[in-house]
Structures are given as structure tokens and as C-alpha cells.
């Protein structure tokens, strides 16, 4: 087994480091941007979510009610 000098230790120890901060910055770019964006537009599509069910009950009960009207008709 090589033994290691003390400078190479060093050197890995300081590239060690570099790589967890390179991490810490990564992390901290997905948390503040990308996670922010990404609640921005899952708000938009709740939104729209909510005006499709709501066209979807005003269209049945639309139906429902010309129905109702047209079997009242009938009797």
C-alpha cells in the first residue's frame, strides 16, 4: 500500500472540500430558484384544474336540469 505524502493529503482534503462546497452552492440553487418556479406553475395548473371541475358541474347541471324540464313536460 502507498503511503501517503503530506502535501498529496492536503490536496485531497482541499479538493474534498471545493467538491462539498460546489454541492452546498448546487443545493442551495435548487432550493431558492428551481422550487420556487416549480410552485409557481403548480399554481397555475390548480387554477386551471379548478375552471375545468367547475365548467364540468355547470354543464351537468345544466343537463340535469333540462331533463328535469323535459320529463315534467312530458307528464
Known amino acids: 500500500?502507498?503511503?501517503i505524502v503530506k502535501s498529496r493529503l492536503e490536496d485531497h482534503v482541499s479538493d474534498l472540500y471545493e467538491r462539498v462546497d460546489d454541492v452546498?452552492?448546487?443545493i442551495s440553487i435548487i432550493k431558492n430558484n428551481h422550487l420556487k418556479h416549480m410552485?409557481?406553475?403548480i399554481n397555475r395548473i390548480g387554477k386551471k384544474v379548478?375552471?375545468?371541475l367547475w365548467s364540468m358541474i355547470t354543464g351537468m347541471g345544466a343537463?340535469?336540469?333540462?331533463?328535469?324540464?323535459?320529463?315534467?313536460?312530458?307528464?
Do not use: N, P, Q
Not at 336540469?65 to 307528464?75: P, R
Open 1 to 3: 500500500m502507498k503511503r
Open 24 to 26: 452546498k452552492k448546487e
Open 39 to 41: 410552485g409557481i406553475d
Open 50 to 52: 379548478d375552471r375545468i
Open 63 to 75: 343537463l340535469i336540469l333540462t331533463l328535469i324540464a323535459l320529463v315534467l313536460k312530458w307528464s
